[in-house]
C-alpha cells in the first residue's frame, strides 16, 4: 500500500498553475494581436469593396482580339495602364493625353508580369480618326475606347481590362506609403502637379521622393529621350508596387485604397481586382520583366515623333503573344492608304504637337 506525498502533489499543482500562467501570458497577445488583424482585414475588405467599386465604369465587353470573355482567375490576361495629364487644376478629363501609356501582361501560371512601356510620341495609326499621329493623342480624340483600339491595333494583342489614373492618384499613393526610394539620374528642374514652372528641384543621386517629386521625376524629359523616360516610370512604377506590398505597408493599405479610388476609373469589378492578389504576395520575388518599344527619332516637319523599329515591334508583339499564351491574331494591316513617312498637313492643323 502506497502512501500519498502532500508536500509532491501540491508541487505539481504550483507548477501546473505557472505553466497556465504562462500560457494565458502568449496566448492572450496572440489572440488580441490575432482579432486586430481579423478586424483590420475585414474592414480593408469592405472599404476596397466600396471605394474601388466606385471606380468601376461600364464593362466595355471582351476585345475583339478574343474569341471568350477572360476569367483572371484562370486566364491569362492584359490591362492597359494609362497616366493622363488630368487634374483638377486643369479640368481636363474629357480632353487629356495619356502622360504614360503601359501595357502589363500578366501571366497566371508562373505569376509573372511583363510591363511595356510605349513612348507617347510614337508615332501610330488612330484608328478612330483614320490616320497616324502620337499615341498619346488617341485620348484626347475619342476617350478610353479609342486609346484602347490604338493599343491593340499597334500591338496585335486584345487588351482585356484598362485602369485610368490622373496626376492626383501618383501623387497621394507615393505619399500614403511614405514616399519611395530612388537614383535621380542627373539634377533637374520641373514643374508640379498645379504646372507651377520649377517648383521641383531635384538633385542627382540616391534619395527619398514625395508624391510631388516622384511625378515630377516620371513626367520630365528634359535630359533624355522618350524612350529613357518611359523606361523610368517603369521602374519608378516597380518601386511603389515593392513598397506598397511591403509589411511596412500593411497599416497604410487604408491610404492607399482611398488614393486610388478617388482618382481611377477601371472596368474592373472588385472581384477580379481580387484575382491579383496573387501576384501581389509574391512580394520581391515577383517575376516582374519591364519592356520598351525601339525606334528612332522622326521629325518630318516641326513635330517630334518617335518612329517605332519594326523589327522590334514585331519580336514585342510575339512576346506578349506568348506570355499571354494566344495565337497570332493577325490584326495589324498594312494600312497601304496611310503613308508612314509624311503628314496630312490639313489633319494637323488642329492637332495637339506635345
Do not use: C
Amino acid at each position: 500500500m502506497s502512501s500519498k506525498n502532500p508536500y509532491g502533489t501540491r508541487v505539481v499543482q504550483k507548477k501546473k498553475r505557472k505553466f497556465r500562467k504562462k500560457l494565458y501570458f502568449i496566448l492572450i497577445p496572440i489572440l488580441v494581436v490575432f482579432v486586430g488583424v481579423l478586424s483590420y482585414a475585414t474592414y480593408l475588405y469592405a472599404k476596397a469593396d466600396s471605394v474601388l467599386s466606385d471606380s468601376y465604369e461600364s464593362d466595355r465587353g471582351k476585345s475583339e482580339l478574343r474569341q471568350n470573355a477572360v476569367d483572371p482567375n484562370i486566364d491569362n490576361v492584359s490591362v492597359l495602364i494609362m497616366g493622363v495629364d488630368a487634374s483638377d487644376v486643369r479640368a481636363n478629363a474629357e480632353s487629356s493625353r495619356t502622360d504614360a501609356l503601359m501595357v502589363a501582361t500578366l501571366n497566371k501560371d508562373d505569376k509573372s508580369v511583363k510591363l511595356l512601356s510605349i513612348p507617347r510620341d510614337s508615332y501610330v495609326y488612330i484608328p478612330e480618326v483614320g490616320y497616324e499621329s502620337k499615341i498619346n493623342h488617341a485620348h484626347a480624340y475619342g476617350g478610353t475606347k479609342a486609346a484602347i483600339d490604338t493599343v491593340e491595333n499597334l500591338l496585335d494583342i486584345p487588351i482585356d481590362y484598362y485602369v485610368k489614373v490622373n496626376f492626383e492618384a501618383f501623387i497621394d499613393v507615393v505619399d500614403a506609403i511614405d514616399g519611395i526610394e530612388y537614383d535621380v539620374p542627373y539634377e533637374f528642374t520641373e514643374q508640379d502637379s498645379t504646372d507651377k514652372a520649377n517648383a521641383i528641384h531635384l538633385m542627382e543621386g540616391e534619395q527619398k521622393l514625395d508624391g510631388e517629386q516622384a511625378l515630377a521625376l516620371a513626367r520630365t524629359r528634359k535630359m533624355d529621350s522618350d524612350l529613357e523616360r518611359g523606361k523610368r516610370q517603369q521602374e519608378i512604377i516597380k518601386a511603389i508596387v515593392q513598397k506598397s506590398v511591403s509589411v511596412n505597408s500593411v497599416l497604410k493599405y487604408d491610404n492607399i485604397i482611398e488614393a486610388i479610388g478617388s482618382n481611377m476609373t477601371t472596368n474592373m469589378t472588385f472581384s477580379e481586382m481580387k484575382s491579383f492578389i496573387s501576384y501581389g504576395t509574391q512580394g520581391k520575388n515577383l517575376n516582374f520583366e519591364t519592356l520598351s518599344l525601339d525606334g528612332v527619332d522622326y521629325q518630318p516637319g516641326n513635330t517630334y515623333y518617335w518612329q517605332v523599329d519594326e523589327d522590334a515591334l514585331a519580336e514585342t508583339q510575339q512576346l506578349l503573344k506568348n506570355h499571354l499564351d494566344i495565337e497570332d491574331t493577325s490584326l495589324t494591316e498594312d494600312n497601304d492608304d496611310v503613308d508612314s513617312n509624311s503628314l496630312n498637313s490639313a489633319e494637323d492643323e488642329n492637332k495637339p504637337t506635345n
